[in-house]
């Protein structure tokens, strides 16, 4: 079965400290993607960042990094120096090559405190 | 660049009644999709439009949902009759490309309510 895991619901951290958002995945498919969405208050999902599965290097994009695990299945988002508009639910999702869906896990309630 | 649009934000209709969702891609993207999130579940994909045409309805939770795409541009999606367990978010997502590593943008969702 594909599955994506969140095993965070909600998080609190620090201002300008850096947060780890843990995600795993399962899936049989051999090819297949890895994306991060932000979803502020506002509702909107904004994409962050996205790891292909035969990528050799983990992806960055700005203050965002994914630390891909291939063999332990994860794909930890980590976000450095946090800033207050980082508070917002994340979610992991995964599109296997079979059909192209989107997998979404349950979201992560990240809040930044100043 | 206008991003994806939906329309309305809210919807709070009586169980029985018929409601439409619409959704305007980015200009351009052939791919067009809907996910929905129902309360404390993970969200989900409904379906799949490539232009005008259907390409996976695989999501489709029953026949009470029709979507439509009318010469490939915006996208209506229909629940008819609606029922308890239809509310939730309804997010609208477009592509250019077709592909596992095509990132989707995402409109801010129909909030929709069934009492």
């Known amino acids: 079965a594909q599955k994506i895991t969140q095993t965070q619901p909600g998080m609190f951290v620090q201002e300008k400290e850096a947060v780890t958002l843990d995600c795993t995945y399962d899936?049989?498919?051999?090819?297949?993607?890895l994306f991060w969405y932000k979803q502020p208050s506002s509702g909107e999902m904004i994409f962050l960042i996205y790891?292909?599965?035969?990528d050799q290097q983990n992806a960055t994009e700005g203050r965002y990094s994914l630390n891909f695990q291939k063999a332990r299945k994860s794909a930890n988002l980590v976000i450095s120096a946090s800033q207050l508009g980082d508070s917002a639910m994340y979610f992991c999702a995964m599109s296997p090559s079979s059909n192209y869906q989107l997998i979404w896990g349950a979201g992560t309630k990240l809040i930044i405190k100043p | 660049e206008a991003g994806v649009t939906q329309f309305p934000s809210h919807s709070v209709i009586e169980k029985g009644q018929t409601v439409t969702l619409r959704c305007d891609p980015i200009s351009g993207h052939d791919n067009l999709y809907w996910y929905r999130r129902v309360m404390g579940k993970e969200i989900k994909f409904l379906l799949h439009?490539?232009?005008?045409?259907?390409?996976?309805e695989s999501g489709m939770p029953n026949n009470r949902f029709l979507a439509e795409r009318t010469g490939g541009t915006y996208s209506t999606l229909k629940v008819q009759p609606a029922e308890l367990e239809d509310s939730g978010v309804y997010f609208c997502?477009?592509?250019?490309?077709?592909?596992?590593?095509?990132?989707?943008?995402f409109g801010s969702g129909t909030q929709l309510s069934v009492l």
């Open positions: 439009f490539v232009k005008e045409s259907k390409q996976d």
């Open positions: 790891q292909g599965s035969y």
């Open positions: 899936t049989s498919d051999p090819s297949y993607g």
């Open positions: 997502a477009s592509s250019q490309l077709r592909a596992s590593n095509e990132k989707l943008f």
